[in-house]
């Protein structure tokens, strides 16, 4: 079964216009989300899995091409993954 | 006139200003500063900046030093020397615009502080009651206990916040409890 992913509740949300800031009090790290970024990163709360976010990305955003709406997604989720920023929920 | 954006690390100045909240400092100002304003400074033994409030000016030797509080914290710290000064807090950021912290915030919380931190004290005594009576509804499973994988940290999530951490390191493990869920085996 594939694993939820969740936003790293460590940190710091704050949104803005048009983007948001992510903040690690842990470390001092600091990176900013553009809108896009940010709506997916809300919707990182265990309770949508990634089809389900996907869904609503090209809903939003009137996007047709799911294979790359999938490929962009999943590398702006690796990005996230590896600066510690979310994580799974076991 | 020189100012930048600096954010909020630590919980010295809540409730003023809490983790993550972006302030805008102007540098140069040493001479403008009144009891109330929020300077940051860094001192030659610490390591990092403080943000704290100037509860008092003083003069020993002649030369004008400040006498710096966190909000939070129930001592002031060691006299701060001119020199060690970065800047002065003159208003948070929000939505890329400065926006001034007003001078009644200042003289509030100048006043007020201590009264919010024996509120606070009140706070957390009566969580503990809180805890002692939810502790039943823990081991029912009846209060839902989260466990999220960030990399080599687990930590486990009640309500939305984080209660427990646990991380492997190459020297051990290292475990986290937070003080009021001490009792609760579910979190651990």
Redesign the interface.
């Known amino acids: 079964m594939e694993k939820m992913l969740i936003a790293n509740p460590e940190i710091v949300f704050r949104e803005e216009i048009d983007e948001a800031i992510l903040f690690d009090p842990r470390t001092g790290a600091v990176k900013i989300l553009n809108e896009t970024g940010a709506f997916i990163y809300q919707m990182l709360d265990g309770k949508h899995d990634l089809n389900a976010i996907v869904e609503l990305l090209m809903e939003r955003y009137d996007i047709v091409d799911r294979e790359q709406a999938q490929k962009d997604l999943d590398e702006f989720l690796q990005g996230l993954r590896d600066a510690d920023l979310v994580g799974e929920l076991e | 006139m020189t100012a930048f954006e600096l954010?909020v690390?630590?919980r010295s100045m809540i409730p003023a200003f809490c983790?993550?909240d972006?302030l805008v400092v102007e540098q140069d100002c040493a001479d403008r500063i009144k009891v109330g304003n929020v300077v940051v400074y860094q001192s030659p033994e610490a390591e990092g900046w403080v943000v704290h409030r100037v509860t008092g000016i003083e003069y020993p030797n002649g030369a004008m030093c400040l006498v710096t509080q966190g909000d939070n914290r129930a001592i002031a710290d060691e006299m701060v020397h001119p020199d060690w000064l970065v800047g002065v807090v003159v208003g948070r950021s929000?939505?890329?615009r400065c926006v001034p912290v007003p001078r009644w915030q200042e003289r509030f919380w100048l006043h007020f502080a201590g009264w919010f931190r024996r509120v606070r004290r009140i706070r957390l005594r009566l969580l503990r009651i809180v805890m002692f009576l939810l502790a039943p509804l823990f081991s029912a499973r009846l209060i839902p206990v989260?466990?999220?994988?960030?990399?080599d940290?687990?930590?486990t999530?009640v309500f939305?916040?984080?209660v427990a951490t646990r991380e492997e390191t190459p020297q051990g493990t290292i475990e986290w409890v937070h003080p009021l869920f001490r009792r609760i085996k579910r979190v651990k």
């Open positions: 954010i690390k630590g983790e993550g972006i929000r939505d890329n989260k466990r999220v994988r960030i990399g940290r687990q930590l999530v939305g916040r984080v």
